[in-house]
Nanobody
């Protein structure tokens, strides 16, 4: 198993930036593909970005392409989500997740989840 702890959320103005971090512990995190998801008020949890276990492949939701960047440092067992040009509608709880399954751009394929970090974007 792997345990995930997110950090870096907070309050930011529209157009601003935040960098989220996800620290993994337990089994070696490099065996897992990692993803970021978000769930806004009254909305379903949705896919944001994912990265392969060695970082060579990334996927993004269309809504964040060109503004968000996912990366990982396996030596530090940490995954990051750099978020630029944030919009008020992106206010949500952001979750980090891990999976060994190959379809790691799909929410349902994720096995382990963090508790989330709140991001609030003011207009």
């Amino acid at each position: 198993q792997v345990q995930l702890v997110e950090s870096g959320g907070g309050l930011v103005q529209a157009g601003g930036s935040l960098r989220l971090s996800c620290a993994a512990s337990g089994r070696t995190s490099s065996i897992y593909h990692m993803g970021w998801f978000r769930q806004g008020p009254g909305k379903e949890r949705e896919f944001v970005a994912a990265i392969s276990r060695r970082g060579g492949t990334t996927y993004y939701a269309d809504s964040v392409k060109g503004r968000f960047t996912i990366s990982r440092d396996n030596a530090k067992n940490t995954v990051y989500l750099q978020m630029n040009s944030l919009k008020p509608e992106e206010t949500a709880n952001y979750y980090c997740a891990a999976t060994r399954r190959s379809d790691y751009a799909t929410l349902q394929e994720y096995e382990y989840w963090g508790q989330g970090t709140q991001v609030t974007v003011s207009s």
